[in-house]
């Protein structure tokens, strides 16, 4: 029997209430005559890969499970009755496999003594800090830990997407029982391509994607701060580069439609100072996530987000996006459009952009840096 397949609810699945749950894909259940092995596993690396892609563009959160289990294998219980002893703590086997789309940003569940991604650990937690109310499971195995999760999920009221190509288990007949299953009340069971082309697609101008096609970095921020200010329908954009090793930082890229603006890139490497995080709250914000800060008018805009006068006198802006652009897991630049004179309702596809440029921006800091220095 062929799984249910029902109308996904569209309009209730955004990028600010979904996360992305990549279940045990570690080298114990992945990786060739693992302990235990599940064949399609390996298979399904480049769907997973995709769907990673898809919500790096979106900013939607990636979650990476691992199970683990204490080395005097206290915490198997009777899961030793059904499975070999597998996932001991501070070994390969533990790992994720290679060749899975992993970054530093990235959250982990660590320590997850059950099939279930939710029975003892924070998970629940983190995705409620977060609002989230969809939950896209991928993984393995589809009939076990993949499964398991997903009847919490939908029990603690998560709507769950279950991309059928993105899940393996043991065996053809354990994915069509799971998937089957699943599709009853707990799950919509759809696809890779149906999620990201369909649920959310990522619509970012033609003109922006090629631009990271035109040689150089240097030359690809050059292009790519007016296309930015047209796609955005902004004022100005700027690209403000760091070194987190030493503290400094410059303007290195800037374009206006005015001519009358002033330029705002530097020559050289100036220090930002021990209280740059205290003077500009958006700075503040950048080192503590990757997220961008969208913010519509300064002058209304709260405390803890912006400084108005800081704001208003140094950059002369009324609205603005604060972008920052991480590489392993560290600051390394703010991507800064914004409008003058009056305020701007930013947009979900100016979202889409803004995200889009931000992780290649990310992919092309180490070259662009070696190009300046």
Not at 30 to 57: D, F, H, M, S
Not at 131 to 153: F, P, R
Not at 162 to 178: F, I, T, W
Not at 312 to 328: D, K, S, T, W
Request: aromatic share 8%.
């Amino acid at each position: 029997m062929q799984p249910l397949i029902r109308p996904l609810p569209t309009a209730k699945i955004n990028a600010r209430n979904t996360a992305l749950l990549v279940i045990d894909m570690e080298n114990d259940f992945v990786a060739a005559a693992a302990v235990q092995e599940t064949p399609e596993g390996r298979a399904i690396i480049p769907a997973i890969n995709r769907l990673i892609a898809w919500a790096r563009l979106l900013r939607i959160p990636i979650i990476f499970t691992h199970e683990m289990h204490r080395p005097d294998g206290s915490d198997y219980g009777i899961e030793l009755e059904y499975d070999p002893i597998h996932c001991l703590e501070n070994t390969p086997g533990c790992e994720l496999i290679e060749g899975l789309d992993v970054r530093p940003q990235d959250y982990r569940i660590r320590n997850k003594r059950r099939y279930d991604c939710f029975l003892g650990t924070d998970l629940d937690l983190l995705l409620r800090c977060q609002k989230q109310e969809n939950l896209i499971c991928c993984g393995v195995t589809t009939h076990v830990c993949v499964m398991s999760t997903v009847y919490t999920a939908r029990n603690l009221d998560y709507r769950v997407l279950v991309p059928q190509d993105a899940v393996a288990a043991v065996s053809p007949e354990h994915q069509a029982a799971a998937l089957l299953c699943m599709s009853d009340v707990f799950a919509y069971i759809t696809t890779v391509d149906q999620i990201c082309t369909q649920i959310m697609p990522v619509t970012v101008p033609i003109a922006i994607e090629k631009i990271f096609d035109q040689g150089t970095p240097d030359r690809i921020c050059t292009a790519l701060m007016p296309a930015l200010c047209d796609a955005l329908a902004c004022d100005r954009c700027f690209l403000y580069l760091r070194r987190p090793q030493t503290g400094q930082g410059r303007i290195t890229h800037c374009y206006s439609h005015s001519p009358d603006d002033p330029n705002l890139t530097g020559g050289t490497w100036i220090e930002e100072g021990d209280d740059v995080a205290v003077k500009d709250p958006l700075m503040a914000i950048a080192f503590r996530t990757s997220d961008a800060v969208f913010v519509d008018d300064i002058e209304t805009a709260a405390a803890d987000v912006v400084n108005v006068v800081y704001e208003r006198e140094g950059f002369g802006h009324r609205a603005l996006i604060h972008a920052p652009i991480y590489y392993n897991g560290e600051l390394y630049g703010i991507l800064e459009p914004c409008v003058f004179g009056q305020p701007r309702i930013w947009t979900e596809g100016d979202r889409q952009i803004t995200a889009f440029v931000q992780e290649k921006l990310g992919d092309l800091i180490p070259d662009l840096l070696s190009d300046l220095l």
